[in-house]
């Protein structure tokens, strides 16, 4: 039975890597995708501040699953990737540059949180 656990876990591991909005809590839900990147961006801006910041690469690499399913999501991680690929001084600007750039290829709904209105029933 150990060895189904840790098959488990692993099938987890991926379904959180290639759809962590599925995983998302309901307050981030109802806020939308843009108050977890602004959450994000503000762990990142911290890490990149300290003494030995972690790689870019490692940084970058939760916010390409992150619009899976949304129109445009191909330009948004095409233009992570390009934009990463141009050669990078490590930096919270270059970073924060990077991030937003791929932001703009998004619908702005795409940033939004469920709707406030009330539904209407039939």
């Not at 940084?59 to 992570?80: A, C, V, W």
Request: with cysteine.
């Amino acid at each position: 039975a150990a060895h189904l656990d840790s098959g488990l876990d692993v099938m987890v591991g991926r379904w959180a890597l290639r759809a962590p909005w599925e995983l998302a809590s309901a307050e981030v839900v109802r806020h939308g995708r843009g108050s977890l990147i602004a959450a994000y961006m503000r762990y990142c801006q911290r890490e990149l501040s300290r003494q030995f910041p972690p790689l870019l690469h490692a940084l970058m690499q939760p916010l390409y699953p992150l619009f899976t399913g949304i129109p445009r999501n191909n330009h948004y991680k095409r233009e992570l990737a390009r934009l990463y690929s141009r050669g990078h001084d490590g930096s919270w600007d270059h970073f924060h540059a990077i991030v937003t750039a791929a932001l703009r290829q998004l619908p702005q709904d795409a940033l939004e949180g469920e709707s406030h209105e009330p539904k209407l029933q039939k």
